[in-house]
């Protein structure tokens, strides 16, 4: 398998809240993560000090070939990162438009995640006219259209009514299908992280460490009738009993 992230001893505090002790890590290249746990767990800290956004106080990583413009990060708070003074397009544009990617190359980026989302926004209007069903699924948009080969999603659906939040995981997964981008998803729904991802890690309490990593041999894409099937409640149970331990170490 080909490791394409790597922690290794890493360490974390904020004031006398000890985060990270000597954490290590690895993640796989081209499959779907899961980081469940507890809430102050360190799974936001943790795509935050991969992302540069938290500085680490100790121990290291490595994302292998990184490239600020093959990575992507879709904030829990995705309104807030709307620029409400671009229409729809100019905000879904933007990360082509800092590479200076030609019109051209912008309308046709453009046009083929409408028609993978299956969504038809009028481009003219502003983020702020839109649903918050369509805001979300708008900086997912913006988040995909550089082809990221490296995409951290961090609670993105948990504002969502159940509708939307299939409808976006149905497009996350094609998405995936097509593209292979390694992703790393950070939730607090069991039933999300078994729907989409092939590996689920639960964390523990901080300091925090790895209770357990559960494999999802659920075959892809994983429709709503998957929601239904005795495999899919194994793996489920299997990460509620892996929670159950993260909350009593």
């Given amino acids: 398998m080909d490791t394409i992230i790597t922690v290794k001893n890493l360490k974390k505090s904020f004031k006398d809240t000890e985060v990270f ?15 469940f746990g507890p809430n102050g767990s360190g799974k ?25 413009f093959t990575f992507s ?5 995705y309104r807030d990162s709307l620029l409400p003074w671009r229409n729809n397009f100019k905000n879904v544009a933007l ?14 980026k453009v046009t083929e ?38 995409l951290f999603i961090d609670e993105p659906f948990s504002a969502l009514d159940y509708e939307n939040n299939l409808r976006l995981r149905k497009y996350l997964q094609k998405y995936f299908l097509k593209y292979k981008p390694t992703v790393l998803l950070v939730t607090h729904n069991i039933e999300e992280a078994v729907h989409l991802a092939d590996k689920i ?16 041999s659920l075959p892809c894409p994983r429709t709503l009738d998957s929601l239904k099937t005795e495999h ?4 489920k149970d299997s990460v509620l009993c892996a929670f159950q331990k993260s909350i009593s170490i």
């Fill in 95 to 108: 990360p082509l438009q800092i590479q200076k990617k030609s019109n051209e190359e912008i309308e046709k």
């Fill in 113 to 150: 995640l409408q028609a993978l989302f299956e969504f038809q926004f009028d481009w003219r209007r502003y983020p702020y006219e839109l649903s918050g069903g369509q805001q979300q699924i708008l900086a997912f948009m913006r988040a995909l259209v550089t082809n990221p080969k490296v």
């Fill in 201 to 216: 890690i639960v964390f523990s309490q901080k300091p925090t460490k790895v209770v357990q990593i559960i494999e999802n």
């Fill in 21 to 35: 002790k000597d954490f290590s890590i690895d993640f796989l290249r081209g499959k779907i993560t899961a980081i």
């Fill in 73 to 77: 990060y879709i904030f829990q708070n």
């Fill in 44 to 68: 936001s800290t943790l795509l935050d000090i991969l992302a540069g956004i938290v500085p680490k106080d100790g121990g290291e990583f490595e994302i292998k070939d990184f490239d600020s």
């Fill in 232 to 235: 899919f409640k194994l793996i």
